[in-house]
């Protein structure tokens, strides 16, 4: 979570293993694409600077946040050794808001506990547009960034624990 005290795009690049071998998914909704958008290419920046061949990741698209999960399932029949779920809800007038955000990080929660690779949590919620705005590049980071982070660790974790 972006706090006052951490920007999302700081990390320790001395505690990230090389990503070099590995394969990574990223599933990515169309819903607002400027944020969405933005927070993909923090991703690929990150994989590819730790590593992570261009040739190596996989990216598709869904219409919107609810539909990750459905992809990242999908896209785990895929030879990946990480799925990174991205996404972006604003909320609105109504209750809609609460339910996208609630069944989208369910769905991605039980994907990640049940399938063999991880599904990393890269969907931002927020109340308006510039809180999205400050948490894809803006003054608190970009949530791409950590997610492309914690996919590597993860695939090192799995690695390790063979
Ligand atoms: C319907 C909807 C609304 C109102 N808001 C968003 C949003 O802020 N972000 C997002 O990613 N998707 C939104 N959606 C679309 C739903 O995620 C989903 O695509 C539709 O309900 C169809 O299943």
């Known amino acids: ?3 006052k005290y951490h920007n999302l795009s700081d990390y320790d690049a001395n505690s990230v293993p090389s990503g070099e071998g590995m394969k990574v998914g990223i599933v990515v909704s169309e819903w607002n694409s ?29 219409p919107g946040s609810f539909e990750l999960i459905y992809g990242a399932q999908q896209m785990t029949k895929l030879p990946l050794d990480a799925i990174i779920a991205i996404g972006c809800v604003i909320r609105g007038d109504t209750p809609h808001f609460d339910y996208i955000c609630e ?13 063999d ?39 090192d974790f799995r690695r390790r624990i063979k």
């Open 34 to 62: 400027e944020i969405t958008g933005a927070l993909l290419n923090g991703a690929l920046k990150t994989l590819t600077d730790n590593g992570v061949s261009e040739d190596d990741i996989k990216v598709m698209t869904v």
């Open 117 to 155: 690779i991880p599904v990393i949590y890269g969907l931002i919620t927020t109340n308006d547009m510039q809180q999205a705005k400050d948490r894809c590049g803006g003054k608190l980071g970009n949530k791409g960034d950590e997610c492309a982070v914690t996919a590597i660790k993860m695939v």
């Open 1 to 3: 979570m972006a706090t």
């Open 103 to 115: 069944g989208t990080t369910a769905g991605l929660s039980r994907l990640n506990a049940t399938q």
